[in-house]
């Protein structure tokens, strides 16, 4: 069965400040890997996916995200963070192939302090 | 982008009555839908996927005569909680992906409240 770990459940970071959330996976295949935004009371918003490839991807309002085979992580990153940042990030993964069941973790809520 | 819009955004209930959650997708032909739940600070569930014609599957600990699940067409799902209670009160997202698409589309969510 697949599962997603997201070790911190709150971080507070300074605006300008670099960001990483960490995301750790099981699969026993290779997986799809996503990340998501949720504003408070709205749905999600892809940030980026990782299928095949570089590993390094690239995704929308400036973040990143790295997939790591050996050490099953998926970790995203964004050099300095801004206000509008603030919100629930959830790192999910999906069977690859279809990715039709997603398997989400359990959230990281970032703070961003001006 | 894919849009996925859910309606209504917010409903309140009393307990006992049935209330049904739309989700639709605007602009692509969602052969999927899936149905999540989301409890206060929690992460989304998955409660079942549906595929247009078909019978939905649901995952294990869903009611599936609790919450029905009809996927009537290529752009409309829809999620009738039955005889609501209390304890069904919670942030319900669904998400569309059409046919050979990996990714996901997601709606803005339903806040359901049962008084």
């Known amino acids: 069965a697949q599962s997603v770990t997201q070790p911190d459940i709150h971080i507070t970071v300074s605006e300008g400040a670099s960001l990483e959330l960490r995301c750790n996976y099981s699969?026993?295949?290779?997986?799809?890997l996503f990340w998501y935004v949720q504003s408070p009371g709205q749905g999600l918003q892809l940030l980026l996916k990782?299928?095949?490839?570089?590993?390094l991807v690239q995704g929308i309002k400036g973040f990143e995200a790295e997939f790591k085979r050996s050490q099953s992580s998926f970790n995203l990153r964004k050099p300095s963070v801004h206000w509008s940042d603030a919100a629930e990030y959830f790192c999910?993964?999906?069977?690859?192939?279809?990715?039709?069941?997603?398997?989400f973790g359990t959230g990281t809520r970032l703070q961003v302090t001006l | 982008g894919a849009v996925v819009s859910q309606h209504p955004s917010r409903v309140i209930c009393k307990s006992g009555t049935s209330v049904k959650i739309e989700c639709r997708s605007l602009?692509?032909?969602?052969?999927?839908m899936f149905w999540y739940r989301q409890f206060p600070k929690k992460s989304l569930m998955l409660m079942a996927t549906?595929?247009?014609?078909?019978?939905?599957?649901?995952e294990q600990g869903v009611e599936k005569d609790k919450f029905l699940i009809n996927h009537a067409s290529l752009t409309l799902s829809t999620l009738t909680v039955t005889s609501a209670h209390p304890e069904d009160s919670s942030f319900y997202i669904c998400?569309?992906?059409?046919?050979?698409?990996?990714?996901?589309?997601f709606g803005p969510g339903t806040r359901l409240t049962v008084t």
């Open positions: 998400s569309s992906k059409d046919r050979g698409n990996y990714e996901q589309y």
């Open positions: 999910a993964v999906g069977a690859a192939g279809t990715a039709s069941k997603l398997t």
């Open positions: 990782y299928f095949s490839g570089d590993t």
């Open positions: 549906s595929n247009e014609g078909s019978k939905a599957t649901y």
């Open positions: 699969y026993g295949a290779t997986p799809y």
């Open positions: 602009d692509f032909q969602a052969t999927t």
